[in-house]
């Protein structure tokens, strides 16, 4: 006896609901044996994960200061991905929008114009879209590889803001921080309620959302993508043109990545420094995967993913796990998430053994 | 040593982290699968190379241990990707993205600990050769094993059967399995083979490289490692000659510090990834050439069925 995957004539709209959930009961069941090796308490860290970020307000608008950029950058990224088009690097092109909209407060530090935040919006967004355009424009004319122009563009981001960190842009009076000065107030988003840092730029992913989904459900120019990854020669035949998947879906993650590189400059984090993009671009690449690349499924995914980030906050102070183990319980998740899609277009059928016609293959 | 044969030998060492890396993904590569996890495997690697050595004070079994691991690693990979049908770009990714976590997690109680780097090996009398002893001949065993490992790959994938088996898998797995070669068994043994090599790159780099433990220090070389292999457009000497020069690249920094040149240090350390995307674009710019040479069924799924 046999097990074999046989392709299903159509989708399973029940596995591809409860794929993700079979993910994440699996990834939960092997971190309980991560946690037994490293001798930490099971109950109170699954309570520091899941329990404990809905334990009072401000630990609830937390959630959502991290939902925010996920969701965006995600739902930039899954438009790409369902076009096959592989742009890992929403991390660095995350990295430029902040800097770019940082050059504002930092060149005009003593202004108070109301044209601050609309100029560093502005900024944000082209910046993100440059760094992507690189890649799109190293793809569509030499035909390059954007997995890893993307990716080593990321590295060069990086080093860029260590370099204005640690020069030009470091605040004279930051006592040798790597750091720029603290933005002024104009230059920052107001906050939603009073005493915590979940700021008006959450409007930002929400609109961004909405336009995702009517451009990919409701839009011929979703359809023609769409098309596009799953069958380029036919998507060719068609008049369908690849080069404008490969702009539009990288320009439109540059766009996505360098708003919301922006909003954690001028939102929570308040000047420029090192740590400011928390790994978002790389986490945002596990949400669009465990929202199915949909556009719905996304914003439950971001939300996993953004109480995820906060309980593993939680769980460093209440039970000393280190942070090392968020990533890991994130890549299992991815891990089992593809592992049970398969059950999506396969079915397991057990294959009874025939004996092999092997004389006319061996003779 | 002069500044020059001290470069020239540095080349080479650097060049045997990227040049195991991308020989291991080579053969992955050449039977059809992508395993973006490189980056990955060579973190869980060097660290579990660091610490082994460390607690044991034996490069030996550091090597092992580390190989292991990256074979482990690279399990999780062909399970996934080739069992479970998955997007081989996205299971790459996602074993990248634990692997780094693992690593952080396995070095946490190791951060800047140093280890002693085991003695080169010193071929006697073509040694004293002027310029080329000290550069040729006076390395890390590590360091001749691996290129001789170059040839030797390079002469199975073209003149054997095992290669020929490697190579239709990766052309046409549904015509390698009418021709009765084992199509799933030889994607899980290179893979197997891709995480092994891996694991010694990460063993290298972490424990006779530069011997002393830092999170995140394989720092983008396994990705390099996988441009390589673009680069050389599927064949091990052009491979080899890539390592090579990605190796005096990332000595670049050493260099320009050394004669006090005034560039900024982020620049340099850029230089290696600014290179990367220029000589990608170059390479690639001539599509018929890439497609050529490409393995033609790289990174589609195989679920067995006729043909396509």
Redesign the interface.
């Known amino acids: 006896m046999q097990l074999r995957f046989e392709k299903r004539l159509h989708q399973s709209k029940i596995m591809l609901l409860a794929a993700p959930f079979i993910a994440i009961a699996l990834s939960v069941v092997l971190s309980c044996i991560l946690l037994v090796v490293l001798k930490k308490p099971i109950l109170l860290t699954f309570h520091s994960f899941f329990i404990a970020p809905f334990e009072n307000f401000y630990s609830i608008t937390e959630i959502f200061l991290k939902f925010g950029p996920l969701l965006l950058i995600a739902q930039a990224l899954a438009v790409g991905f369902r076009a096959k088009i592989w742009n890992i690097g929403a991390e660095g092109q995350m990295v430029i929008g902040a800097i770019a909209a940082s050059a504002v407060p930092v060149y005009f530090v003593d202004s108070t114009s109301g044209w601050l935040l609309p100029a560093m919006i502005v900024l944000g967004a082209l910046g993100g879209m440059a760094w992507a355009a690189i890649a799109a424009f190293l793809r569509t004319q030499f035909n390059a590889n954007e997995i890893l122009v993307t990716l080593m563009l990321t590295s060069i981001a990086l080093q860029l803001l260590y370099f204005l960190l640690l020069g030009p842009w470091k605040d004279p009076m930051g006592f040798n921080f790597p750091q720029t000065v603290m933005f002024q107030d104009e230059a920052l988003f107001p906050a939603l309620f009073s005493g915590v840092r979940l700021n008006v730029s959450i409007i930002f992913p929400i609109l961004f959302t909405i336009a995702v989904w009517l451009f990919m459900e409701k839009h011929y120019g979703g359809y023609k993508l769409v098309v596009g990854g799953l069958a380029p020669s036919a998507a060719g035949y068609a008049g369908f043109s690849s080069k404008k998947a490969v702009w539009g879906s990288l320009l439109l993650a540059g766009f996505a990545a360098g708003i919301a590189g922006m909003s954690e400059v001028a939102g929570p984090i308040g000047q420029l420094q090192r740590s400011m993009t928390s790994g978002y671009g790389y986490s945002a690449i596990i949400v669009a995967y465990l929202g199915a690349l949909n556009p719905i499924g996304i914003v439950f995914a971001a939300f996993f993913l953004a109480v995820l980030h906060i309980g593993g906050d939680v769980a460093l102070v209440s039970a000393g796990l280190p942070i090392s183990a968020v990533h890991i319980f994130q890549g299992m998740i991815l891990i089992f998430y593809l592992s049970a899609y398969a059950f999506v277009n396969y079915r397991l059928r057990v294959v009874q053994p025939v004996t092999q016609p092997d004389s006319a293959v061996s003779s | 040593m002069s500044t020059l044969e001290f470069f020239l030998a540095g080349t080479l060492s650097a060049a045997t982290v990227f040049l195991l890396a991308a020989l291991g993904e080579l053969v992955v590569e050449k039977s059809g699968l992508l395993n ?1 996890g490189v980056e990955g495997m060579m973190a869980v690697s060097a660290a579990v190379g660091f610490v082994v050595t460390f607690e044991t004070g034996s490069h030996i079994w550091g090597f092992a241990l580390a190989g292991l691991s990256g074979v482990v690693i690279s399990m ?1 990979f062909a ?2 990707a080739i069992t ?4 081989q ?3 790459g ?13 396995i070095g ?1 109680e190791y951060e800047s600990r140093t280890i002693t780097s085991p003695a080169d090996l010193v071929i006697p009398y073509l040694s004293d050769l002027p310029l080329l002893g000290p550069v040729l001949f006076q390395q890390n065993i590590v360091v001749y094993l691996t290129f001789l490992l170059a040839v030797v790959i390079g002469y199975t994938l073209t003149h054997t059967r095992l290669g020929l088996a490697i190579r239709s898998v990766g052309e046409q797995p549904s015509a390698a399995h009418a021709l ?1 070669f084992p199509v799933y068994l030889i994607r899980y043994a290179t893979v197997a083979f891709g995480g092994l090599l891996a694991g010694f790159a990460g063993a290298y780099a972490s424990t006779i490289y530069t011997p002393l433990w830092a999170d995140g220090m394989i720092a ?1 070389r396994g ?1 390099i490692a ?2 390589l292999v ?1 680069f050389g457009t599927w064949k091990t000497g052009r491979v080899a000659f890539g390592a090579l020069l990605f190796g005096m690249i990332s000595l670049g920094e050493l260099i320009a510090q050394s004669m006090g040149a005034r560039i ?1 240090s ?2 340099l ?2 230089l290696p ?2 290179v ?2 220029i000589v ?3 390479i ?2 001539n ?1 018929a050439r ?1 497609k050529l040479h490409a393995p033609f069924s790289l990174g589609e799924v195989y ?3 006729e043909g396509r």
């Not at chain 2, 993205?97 to 693992?102: A, E, F, K, S, V």
């Open positions: 973006l999780v399970v996934v479970f049908l998955a997007n770009v996205a299971t990714l996602a074993v990248g993205i634990m692997g780094l976590g693992l690593s952080a997690l946490r009765g983008g990705w996988v441009a673009v900024p982020q620049l350390s850029s990834y600014i990367t995307i990608l674009a170059m690639s710019t599509k890439m679920d067995g069925s």
